[in-house]
């Protein structure tokens, strides 16, 4: 059974960086879509960034393109999610989910992070990320 772990929340400011770790326990990374997912206080759950197995499309949301970076070790088994140009409203628990490629069609990031929330039933126990000055 998959196990994850996140690691590497805390309180930054603004324009500041936090880099996430999600350890990545028995199974490998290579035959699961994974992705990170954050839930702002009062707010639902919503897919940051995600990926598909073995990285054939990668999706972010609009609100983080161009400062969030999602990446996976392999060799490590470790996804990490880089967060760059930090702001108040990226506050919130941030956990990463997964879910099996069956031997269906594969996967896609974007599909993974719209509706991920709804199904997933793999998830870390979260990390509090907290932006503010």
């Known amino acids: 059974q998959l196990q994850l772990e996140e690691s590497g929340g805390g309180l930054v400011r603004p324009g500041g960086s936090l880099r996430l770790s999600c350890a990545v326990s028995g199974a490998t990374l290579d035959d699961y879509a994974i992705g990170w997912f954050r839930q702002a206080p009062g707010k639902d759950r919503e897919g940051v960034s995600c990926?598909?197995?073995?990285?054939?499309?990668?999706y972010y949301a609009d609100s983080v393109k161009g400062r969030f970076t999602i990446s996976r070790d392999t060799a490590k088994n470790t996804l990490y999610l880089q967060m760059d140009t930090l702001n108040p409203e990226d506050t919130g628990v941030y956990s990463c989910g997964a879910v099996q490629q069956g031997p269906g069609p594969r996967i896609l990031a974007q599909a993974m992070c719209i509706t991920g929330p709804l199904y997933l039933e793999i998830w870390g126990q979260g990390t509090l990320v907290t932006v503010s000055s």
């Open positions: 990926v598909s197995p073995r990285d054939s499309s990668i």
